[in-house]
């Protein structure tokens, strides 16, 4: 099979090229949205047809974060979680995850439908299989949870993929769509209503007074009465110390044309690694996705062997001839898997975060505007305290705390012992890694016309060692997730600083 050279995800085709320009002056808004991904565009077009003055920034190009590389699942579905949720958070908290959840499906059908937009929605059912003796019973213990809870679905027998499956669950009536299609209309939205958009404009801080001021990295300010940090890694993560509460996985995503035709749905198993399958037309021809391979940023093997992996099972499951894209995807952990939306402490109400979605962020950014959309016009929001941000259960939290930060520290020691024995010189056109340079550690990379790419590897975020990701050519931070170009800029936080550069 043929592989394309680049990572790029499909859904970005379909969005115009013409950027926006970035912000040069001071302003002020009633809200200003930090983040340009489905909460943020989301949260600003709910804004705005309350009639609320609205400034949305985001720090590269609309909708190309994680929102532009997703698998665009919409579900209540969320792997095996309803039973772990009863457990560790009681049937009434289990029962308004799945409802706020499901309420966002209904949001993406209906806004599509009152707007026209032709963004692919389609109703399908959802499963979760296993093919381990261990992981049927977890699937057992599921389906007592949609019992309990009076979700709808059954128990499979089987699936119909050749896989030995031992059993599934099906949630009923969820969906798929074109996440950058349907969101594309509601930026044409946007800017019909009188919402001001600014590209290119990095938020750095927020500075607390009468009204919260966002700073930017160019030293512009936007003065306004609330601040909607909708950027993946909260932007203002010091209050909160948000670095210490989440941690940062990688995943993988191959669109392929398949030989054995798609029977429809979507699937996901229950075991690692992760394998996810769904499909969608592109030209007129059916494709398939194919995703998983989940591992903490930064770390474990060479990332080029993650799609390979991907590749080899979609060639025997669904009989791929051709890769067509590949791309991967960023998501945040929380310490009881429960997003935090609100405001992000008790003491800084007029600032709002929303993060850690998993890998379900197409659901949990819908209903993260409209939890966002409440708290300004101070309306009550049922869901409200499932994902306040202040909330902490001893469990699971204070376990998930401790072996968190504690990979932290040992992933940070590892780094500052690490001696490089390589050189610049030791690297072939195309491949990057980390070598001595003039006597201290840095992060080499040779392009593909031979010219050397230097940078400092340590992140500018807390001083952790970076790592080569050799699937999608960027440096890796394994301790909090920050990712940067090789040229080192930043392409994820929690880092708000590029690297710097020591040739090229």
């Not at 998993?358 to 966002?372: D, R, V």
């Not at 440096?475 to 080192?488: I, L, N, Q, V």
Request: net charge negative; hydrophobic share 35%.
């Amino acid at each position: 099979m043929k592989w394309p050279e680049t990572p790029e995800p499909y859904w970005r085709k379909a969005f115009p090229a013409k950027p926006f320009q970035p912000l040069k002056e001071d302003i002020t808004a009633d809200v200003a949205v930090v983040g340009g991904g489905i909460t943020g565009i989301t949260a600003a077009y709910l804004l705005a047809r309350e009639g609320v003055d609205v400034v949305l920034l985001e720090a590269d190009r609309l909708l190309n974060g994680t929102t532009g590389h997703t698998t665009a699942k919409l579900t209540a579905q969320h792997g095996l979680f309803y039973d772990e949720l009863i457990q560790h958070m009681g049937k009434r908290a289990a029962r308004l995850y799945y409802e706020a959840n499901r309420d966002a499906i209904a949001f993406v059908q209906d806004t599509a439908s009152d707007l026209g937009i032709d963004c692919e929605f389609t109703e399908q059912d959802a499963v979760v299989y296993a093919t381990t003796e261990r992981t049927a019973a977890l699937v057992e213990k599921e389906a007592k949870a949609y019992e309990t809870l009076g979700i709808e679905g059954e128990r499979l027998g089987e699936i119909p993929f050749d896989l030995p499956v031992k059993n599934a669950i099906v949630m009923k009536d969820q969906a798929q769509f074109h996440p950058i299609k349907f969101l594309g209309r509601l930026v044409e939205e946007l800017t019909a209503k009188g919402v001001r958009i600014f590209e290119g404009t990095t938020a750095v801080d927020v500075e607390k007074g009468h009204q919260p001021t966002v700073i930017t990295r160019d030293g512009f300010r936007v003065t306004c009465r609330k601040v909607l940090a909708c950027s993946h890694f909260p932007f203002y993560e010091w209050q909160g110390l948000y670095f210490t509460r989440m941690y940062a996985e990688r995943a993988y995503i191959l669109a392929v044309k398949a030989a054995k035709a798609y029977p429809g749905g979507m699937y996901i198993n229950a075991e690692s690694p992760s394998r996810s399958l769904r499909s969608l037309k592109i030209g007129g021809e059916e494709v398939v996705l194919v995703a998983g391979e989940n591992h903490k940023t930064g770390q474990g093997r060479d990332t080029w062997e993650h799609y390979k992996a991907l590749a080899d099972f979609a060639e025997r499951v669904v009989g791929a001839e051709n890769i067509l894209y590949r791309w991967s995807a960023q998501d945040l952990y929380t310490l009881d898997k429960i997003p935090y939306i609100g405001p992000i402490t008790s003491g800084y109400p007029d600032v709002l975060v929303a993060t850690g979605y998993k890998k379900w962020g197409m659901t949990s950014g819908i209903l993260a505007a409209h939890l966002m959309r409440d708290n300004v016009l101070n309306r009550k929001n049922p869901y409200q305290s499932l994902f306040s941000p202040s909330r902490f259960s001893i469990d699971p939290s204070l376990k998930k705390f401790l072996l968190v930060n504690g990979d932290v520290a040992k992933h940070l020691i590892q780094g500052k012992l690490e001696v490089p024995t390589a050189t610049p010189n030791h690297l072939a056109n195309g491949e990057g890694g980390i070598v001595s340079y003039k006597g201290k550690r840095a992060g080499a990379y040779r392009d593909d016309d031979g010219r050397l790419h230097i940078v400092d590897a340590t992140c500018t975020h807390l001083g952790c060692e970076l790592q080569w990701n050799r699937g999608d050519r960027t440096w890796d931070c394994p301790c909090h997730g920050s990712r940067f170009s090789t040229d080192g800029d930043i392409i994820e936080g929690p880092a708000e600083q590029p690297l710097t550069k020591m040739e090229g």
